[in-house]
């Protein structure tokens, strides 16, 4: 069903990269932030939102937009758990879907629990890779002109998702190898606290198969570079369906 689902994000022109940020948010300069994902973590449900600045060439079939840099934006909407952005990927990656049978764009983006930080004090460069970030990519996906999304530009033909990893806390908040009792904080993406033990959270279906986080560092996913797979052991929100 999720393979169905869509968020719309329309790219604009933007050739004035040299813009203030407060320049940039004029009304008729630049596009406004718009929605990329929702999720939610430690209880609390918050939207990442962002611009995409850079230049769109060419036209018809064959339009192109050619990414510079992006502007973020971290809403938390409830919950007791302030998360913030920590960085953003400068590369985004070209990989293949096994859920919809195409290749994909992937960006990712870091966050953690109790940081405050909403923006970034200014738009962070970003790059599309010119070349897949799986092995025998051409194995997959037969019907795909793998060449029109390998010129460092993205194609609007194809969808976009979106990677949250939550970063390890600070070892002074929370550190699994001292004892519950010494931590301020349980840090519930990952533990769970019972009286002084400690226990790693585990997810298991009806048929038995378990998945375990391998820890904030790699966030909900893995990437099987050679099976041209995300392996995900959670529901996943929505993809993004890029606009001209």
């Given at each position: 069903?999720?393979?169905?689902?869509?968020?719309?994000?329309?790219?604009?022109?933007?050739?004035?990269?040299?813009?203030?940020?407060?320049?940039?948010?004029?009304?008729?300069?630049?596009?406004?932030?718009?929605?990329?994902?929702?999720?939610?973590?430690?209880?609390?449900?918050?939207?990442?939102?962002?611009?995409?600045?850079?230049?769109?060439?060419?036209?018809?079939?064959?339009?192109?937009?050619?990414?510079?840099?992006?502007?973020?934006?971290?809403?938390?909407?409830?919950?007791?758990?302030?998360?913030?952005?920590?960085?953003?990927?400068?590369?985004?990656?070209?990989?293949?879907?096994?859920?919809?049978?195409?290749?994909?764009?992937?960006?990712?983006?870091?966050?953690?629990?109790?940081?405050?930080?909403?923006?970034?004090?200014?738009?962070?460069?970003?790059?599309?890779?010119?070349?897949?970030?799986?092995?025998?990519?051409?194995?997959?996906?037969?019907?795909?002109?793998?060449?029109?999304?390998?010129?460092?530009?993205?194609?609007?033909?194809?969808?976009?998702?979106?990677?949250?990893?939550?970063?390890?806390?600070?070892?002074?908040?929370?550190?699994?190898?001292?004892?519950?009792?010494?931590?301020i904080f349980i840090d519930s993406y990952k533990y769970e606290r019972d009286g002084d033990e400690l226990y790693i959270k585990k997810f298991q279906r009806p048929d038995g198969t378990v998945f375990l986080p391998k820890g904030h560092n790699f966030?909900?996913?893995?990437?099987?570079?050679?099976?041209?797979?995300?392996?995900?052991?959670?529901?996943?929100?929505?993809?993004?369906?890029?606009?001209?």
């Amino acid at each position: 069903m999720h393979q169905n689902l869509r968020t719309s994000f329309t790219l604009n022109d933007q050739t004035l990269m040299n813009l203030s940020k407060e320049e940039r948010n004029k009304d008729g300069k630049l596009q406004k932030m718009q929605m990329l994902i929702p999720a939610q973590n430690y209880n609390t449900f918050f939207c990442l939102y962002a611009k995409f600045n850079g230049e769109i060439t060419g036209g018809g079939d064959d339009v192109k937009f050619y990414p510079e840099s992006c502007d973020l934006f971290l809403q938390n909407y409830y919950g007791d758990v302030t998360l913030g952005l920590v960085k953003l990927n400068q590369e985004v990656d070209i990989i293949y879907d096994a859920f919809i049978d195409q290749p994909i764009y992937l960006l990712k983006v870091h966050v953690r629990a109790l940081h405050a930080c909403v923006e970034f004090n200014q738009p962070q460069p970003i790059k599309v890779r010119k070349q897949p970030s799986i092995l025998n990519y051409k194995d997959y996906a037969d019907n795909t002109d793998w060449s029109s999304l390998m010129g460092g530009w993205i194609n609007p033909n194809y969808l976009l998702r979106v990677l949250v990893y939550y970063d390890n806390l600070p070892t002074n908040i929370f550190d699994p190898k001292d004892s519950t009792n010494n931590n301020i904080f349980i840090d519930s993406y990952k533990y769970e606290r019972d009286g002084d033990e400690l226990y790693i959270k585990k997810f298991q279906r009806p048929d038995g198969t378990v998945f375990l986080p391998k820890g904030h560092n790699f966030g909900d996913f893995e990437i099987d570079e050679k099976n041209g797979e995300i392996i995900t052991y959670k529901c996943r929100p929505a993809y993004v369906q890029f606009r001209l």
